[in-house]
């Protein structure tokens, strides 16, 4: 069973600060590494991915930090706002037959005025 | 308009009931799965059915029972309900684009086992 490991398990950060969310994995064998974000009372959705074959991908105000040796990949959130307030989850693809995601434990971000 | 939706959006219940979570998606994807989110915001699969065929069954009490009339929707039907039970339940769908999978999420169903 994969292992995702994601931390902090909550954060606040003022506005205009970077928040920072850590994601890691035990097994390697993936092609690409989302992360999804959820608003209170919504469902998840995807916000940025990326694949093994690049150590950084950004989009807009946010980047995914990929190390591939270290097993680990990280959410930056530059400028944030407090309509970044939400829970943010990374997640591991298996490589089996079926297509499953397993999530990492979720981040509640809260960004303060 | 809404790609992923469940119905019903709240649903109160009692321990012992048995109910039923109904989900239907519009994107003509092949694959949809049932999650659980409970408390602390943990999102466990649950269920994936491909094209109304199961491929992913996780160790859930066999209290649970999907069913995919077609492969638009994804039912989940839940007897002797308990308190454990409680969570909010998302069903999702997913398409797989340039080597990447992105899984399109319901707006969830809020159950609570009184």
Redesign the interface.
């Known amino acids: 069973q994969q292992q995702v490991k994601q931390s902090p398990q909550s954060l606040i950060v003022q506005k205009g600060g970077i928040s920072i969310i850590n994601c890691a994995y035990e097994n390697t064998a993936f ?2 590494f ?1 992360w ?1 974000q ?1 608003f209170p ?6 916000l940025i ?1 990326i ?1 093994p074959d690049v150590s950084e991908k950004k989009e807009g105000r946010f980047t995914i930090s990929f190390n591939k040796s270290a097993k680990q990949f990280s959410l930056h959130i530059m400028d944030s706002q407090p309509g970044d307030s939400a ?1 943010y ?1 990374c997640a591991v ?1 298996n490589t089996g ?7 990492g ?2 981040t ?1 971000l809260q960004v303060t005025l | 308009d809404t790609a ?1 939706s469940q119905t019903p959006k709240y649903l109160v219940t009692q321990m012992g009931n048995d109910k039923s979570i109904k989900c239907e998606q519009n994107l003509g994807h092949d ?1 949809m799965y049932w999650y659980k989110q409970d408390s ?6 649950m269920f ?1 059915y ?1 094209n109304k065929e199961l ?2 069954n996780e160790t859930v009490p066999n209290r649970f029972s999907p069913k995919s009339p077609d492969k638009a929707h994804l039912n989940l039907h839940i007897n002797s309900l308990e308190l454990g039970d409680s969570a909010v339940y ?1 069903c ?1 769908s ?1 398409v ?1 684009a340039g ?10 169903t809020r159950l609570l086992v009184l």
């Not at chain 1, 037959?97 to 999530?103: Q, R, V």
Request: no cysteine.
């Open positions: 092609d690409y989302p999804y959820q009372g919504k469902g998840p959705a995807l991915a694949r829970t989850f693809p037959t079926a297509s499953k995601l397993t999530f434990t979720g509640r | 992923v694959t602390k915001k943990f999102l466990k699969i994936s491909n491929i992913i998302f999702a997913t797989l080597g990447q999978e992105t899984q399109y999420f319901g707006p969830g």
